[in-house]
């Protein structure tokens, strides 16, 4: 945890880029029950002897209930809602060409860099911090800092859905050191080609989006808009509960490398349980840490992963009677964003806040892993 040191970082600029395109969870329930009734008539007599299990129908009560999700965007539509693909459908590039994931960080990153004020001449680190990258190397952030024309270093971290808040805590470590003096942090979260869509507990989860932000020392800050960074906090503990194989070691083991484990999938009661008196108790340590109590916070910007977790998060910090303003919430329509979700909440719902008031960015996930940033706006 760091904390009272000399300088003050701050948060000057952020930016959101949201696809255009949308997928509701009528749409999404519709295929995938085609889908569902079309594999038990297919395997019936599989399933009948025992072998394989039924698929379930899903509904967009059943989704609602259970996320807080009504719609996500992504990337694109294709192949996502068609029964016989169940997966979107991507073209790929040229190595001559920018990446996906490249281009939607770009998009994010120069509305962050407009909010602060900054040029490409004023920034000298670029990370890209999220749930997946499309390739190894060269970086995501290399490739990045290429096209917007950024001297000095970059590189790419994954820690699942803390990526965003763990990437910003690598931000400050580097202004703090003095390795940096203005970074660029970025989340381009793809995720919708990780998901498994024939699965009823997981194909609604996730959308896609992009998120940026500027992080700077305070003397360098123009930003008409922009927080101090009072605190950082981050904590792991290993679980398998959420897990993705994914990865080059399939071509070595002679297995699918697309099979159902190679996707994102979990035991989601269990994460529900387990994660959120992590986060809870992070949190609450950490504005102890700082003599604060969570009634002194005006805001939390959680991670954006299921309602119903982060409202058992609130509850243990708040109890029961508390705002939605508090908490703000963009899960209906985005959907979960891996570690875009807390920056999304933020981006949406900060220019409200008075001179002093504090702020709690707090991201939780696989690992597990919980990063939180305390905040007060200048």
Partial sequence: MTTNLPHKIVISGSGVWTPSNIITNEELVESYNAYAEKFNSDHASDIAAGKIEEKPLSSARFIEKTSGIKARHVYTREGILDIDRMRPKFTERKEGEISNQAEIGVFAARKAMAAAGKTAADIDAVIVACAYTQRPYPAIAIEIQNELGINGFGFDMLVACSAATFGLHR?????????????????????????????????????????????????????????????????????????????????ATDVDPFGWDKLFHQSGRKVFEEVSPVAAKLISEHLASLNLKPQDVKRFWLHQANINMNMMV?????????????????????????????????????NDLKKGDIGVICSFGAGYSVGSLILRKR
């Fill in 314 to 350: 609130v509850k243990q910090l708040l109890g029961e009677d508390v705002k939605d303003e508090t908490i703000p919430t963009i899960l209906d329509s985005y959907g979960n964003t891996a570690s875009a979700g807390s920056i999304i909440a933020f981006h949406l719902y900060n």
């Fill in 171 to 251: 931000a400050y470590d580097s202004l703090m050191s003095g390795s940096s003096k203005c970074v660029l942090a970025i989340n381009p979260e793809l995720v919708t080609p990780q998901v498994n869509f024939c699965d009823r507990d997981s194909h609604f989860i996730f959308g896609d989006v992009s998120t940026a932000i500027i992080m700077e020392r305070s003397e360098t800050c123009t930003s008409p808009n922009s927080y101090e960074i009072l605190s950082t906090k981050a904590l792991t503990q290993f679980s398998n509960n959420i897990r993705s194989n994914i990865g080059h070691m399939s071509y």
